[in-house]
């Protein structure tokens, strides 16, 4: 429990994110602080940050909350290294919202993906795409990994251009359609599930 005085949950986490620096995420998967509860902070599915029920505008605001977020146990948190405080998040807690295409240097094309907390992620084997089927109707949502547990949504026209990309390829024996990134080739769904049945 704090001392009277001194900050506790958001204000807190605010004030210790300001002293990690600036060069990259501090260090949140080496952290194991106690769980000092929830705080009322949600990321929407659209990745707009809430904190009590309004929107919190300030992109700088959102940044800082982004560095020190962690997922565990399935749960995600914001995490200092003497506390942690639980937050609810909609679906992904990023979103993937441009693409930039590049050599990769070794003879193929990386796709690079900028988060809405302006983070650039180079898709490849250590930052996979995965794509999930949409159980309400049955479309395919994909995600690019960002750090640790933490995943970004891509958003709908960012989806077109994978799509666009995407090319077809036998994989353990079976056809299926999907999209090459330095080197990896991530699998969107079977060949025969995408072809137009008219």
């Given at each position: 429990m704090a001392k009277e005085g001194q900050p506790t949950g958001l204000e807190s986490i605010a004030g210790a994110a300001k002293t990690v620096g600036t060069r990259g995420p501090p260090p949140v998967h080496l952290w194991n602080p106690p769980d000092c509860g929830d705080i009322a902070m949600r990321i929407a599915s659209d990745g707009t940050w809430f904190y009590q029920a309004s929107p919190i505008g300030r992109l700088g605001l959102v940044k800082l909350f982004a560095s020190v977020l962690k997922r565990e146990g399935g749960r995600y948190y914001l995490v200092t290294p003497v506390e942690k405080c639980g937050i609810v998040?909609?679906?992904?807690?990023?979103?993937?919202?441009e693409l930039a295409r590049e050599p990769d240097g070794q003879g193929s094309e990386c796709l690079h993906f900028r988060t809405n907390v302006d983070d650039w992620v180079a898709c490849g084997p250590e930052h996979p795409l995965r794509f999930e089927?949409?159980?309400?109707?049955g479309g395919l949502k994909p995600y690019v990994h960002v750090r640790y547990d933490l995943w970004a949504k891509v958003t709908r026209s960012l989806f077109y251009d994978l799509v666009d990309l995407a090319e077809e390829r036998e994989v353990d024996g079976v056809r299926v359609v999907g999209v090459a990134s330095a080197g990896a080739f991530f699998v969107m769904a079977p060949a025969d599930s995408l072809k137009d049945p008219g």
């Open positions: 998040v909609d679906d992904a807690p990023f979103l993937a919202v089927t949409e159980p309400a109707t």
